[in-house]
């Protein structure tokens, strides 16, 4: 069966600390592929997606992330993290009809 | 103006009962979603349909049932309600199946006891 896994669940960082969390699915085809973020209390909102062409994906907000294909991976990052990027980050990959989510990131950024 | 909205937001009732949960989307989108997470965060799909009709239906208990009147709403009936359904529940949108991005809904957050 298909997944996606983050394997950072938790993650504190300080204010303009770097940011990475991990993304990789186990699929062998075409894959499209999201980073959802939910701020406390609020529903998910689309960060950035990647369909095809420049494996290197620019967000909003200063995110991007890149698909790495060999790798199956689709990392999320951010060179200088604030707190108001504290929230729960979820990678997600479309592979036609299917959608899958992966458990989510907590991150917590300390001002 | 709300994209995807969902009512109630919160939904409190008693192990047995039978609820239902509204979801309606204002985008024009062909392609519409039933999420559940639960208390670790964990989204997983329950019902996808494209235009009113059912393309995804994963393993869930018959107990839930998705009904779309139209192509702008997408209802779910939850028959029996068990203390495990406790969880918060996101309807999604799209503008079709695929790689199409998603705008959620608010959620409904419900608790049985």
């Known amino acids: 069966a298909q997944s996606v896994s983050q394997h950072n669940h938790h993650v504190i960082l300080s204010e303009a600390a770097s940011l990475e969390l991990g993304c990789n699915y186990s699929y062998g085809g075409t894959v499209n592929l999201f980073w959802y973020v939910q701020y406390p209390g609020q529903h998910l909102q689309l960060l950035l997606k990647y369909f095809s062409g420049d494996p290197l994906v620019k967000g909003i907000k200063g995110f991007e992330a890149e698909f790495i294909k060999s790798k199956f991976s689709f990392n999320l990052r951010k060179p200088s993290v604030q707190w108001s990027d504290t929230a729960e980050y979820f990678c997600a990959v479309n592979t036609g009809n299917q959608f899958y989510f992966g458990t989510g990131t907590s991150l917590t950024v300390i001002p | 103006d709300t994209a995807v909205s969902q009512t109630p937001k919160y939904l409190v009732t008693q192990m047995g009962n039978d609820k239902s949960i509204k979801c309606e989307q204002n985008?024009?989108?062909?392609?519409m979603y039933w999420y559940k997470q639960d208390s670790k965060k964990f989204l997983k799909i329950m019902f996808s349909y494209n235009n009113k009709e059912l393309i995804i239906n994963e393993t869930v208990p018959n107990r839930f049932s998705p009904k779309s009147p139209d192509k702008a709403h997408l209802n779910l009936h939850i028959n029996s309600l068990e203390l495990g359904d406790s969880a918060v529940y996101f309807c999604?949108?799209?503008?079709?199946?695929?790689?199409?991005?998603?705008?959620f809904g608010p959620g409904t957050r419900l608790t049985v006891t």
């Open positions: 999604a949108s799209s503008q079709g199946a695929g790689y199409y991005e998603q705008y």
């Open positions: 985008l024009g989108h062909d392609t």
